[in-house]
């Protein structure tokens, strides 16, 4: 039986995490410093390799106009501008307070995990960093305890900062290990007493957010980068990335690479055919990509090879690097019988609560699964088609888009081995027979 595409396991693979490309001031970028084979960074190697935080004695609006001119941009699934969160949770009334998103829901993905493991301090410090900016004095991570590695660095990292007098107060807190619960209003909502399922509301979490206070959400990634933009300021932040997107970028690199899970660090502009050639171990391109995780879009490899790992550039394309996740598809994989699994898995994870996700996702897992089975026919597609566009934009949070966006670009990329699965014939990879979903299309984990 051939092996999933993507796996979902628990374990960080720390020994896989790596640096990827040169530029300038590269030696403090997120993942610098010692070897993934050492393990978390102690707080005193921190300091000696970074120097004091870069918060310290210094005014909430002279930090937030730091991030502001950094352009750093969300390195989640929003992408969106971290200083504007700042500049609203600063100016609403209330407490603020910041919760520091590490619960990474996207089961491929290891960037975040891969970072709090190894240096966490880096973490930590940005979290300050993002308190001071707003004046808040209590911060939150909020993980999934299953998730080795994080808990444990975490805890210990804290530990050792109140050994040396670090004033700061921060609390771990441990969510459900659900795809949505790390949505930013589910978060919030849970933080707040409620259940870890995404609302929609009309004013974002910045202005009112836990318990009505503002609060700044942001995953882990994005807030060490706040650490590290005022500690070595925006001109430095941007000698990385591209000038749509300033600052490197964490690729978690998934499915037919050398080492699924292998977590890079993307500092200069580069394409992802030079990534997954470099870390992923691929010398030619594989049938297509994955870009931005399960929720991401499918890219035929031709195209996606060329492209450059640029969040504004993918977004002018249509197309989102979201968690970071960058999965390949061998050359003898199918790509219908991938999606059908994980939007059979999708429709399992959603919160059930909204009208798309309760009918329409478990309806198009369902003809996906068909489609893969070669028991459908060219009316199911259409229909298919029909439900992606229906559940698009609809539902209280991004679940339903993503699904339609996976299945839909599914459709289109593999639009050969569609006609042969709609024939009823066997394509490239059917005969091997992928897993089927892992999660219930009925929702029982719900
Ligand atoms: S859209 Fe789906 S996942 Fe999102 S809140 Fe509604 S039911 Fe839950």
Redesign the pocket.
Known sequence: MTAPLLEVEESVPHDTAASFGVAAGAATRLLAGPPASAGAERYAAHLDRLGPAGHLGREPAELRSAVRASGLLGRGGGEFPLARKLDLAAASPGAPIVVVNASEGEPASRKDATLISLRPHVVLDGAEAVAAAIGADEIVVYLHRERSGVCGALARALEERRRAGAAASIRLVDGPDRY?AGEASAVVRFLSGGPA??RRTAVPPAAAGVGGRPTVVSNAETIAHAGLVVRFGAPWFAQAGTDGCPGSTLLTLAGDVSVPGTVVEVVSPTTFGQVLHEAGGLAVPPRALLIGGYAGSWVDAAAAWSAPVDRHALGLAGLRLGCGLVAALGDDRCGIAETARIVAWMAGE?????G???LGLPAMATLMGAVADGRARRADVRELRRLAASVRGR???G??TGAAEIVESALDTFADELRLHVRGRACRATGDGLPLPATPVDGSRR
């Open positions: 949505v399922a995404p959603s919160a059930g609560q909204c798309p996700c309760a539902g209280a949070c679940h339903p």
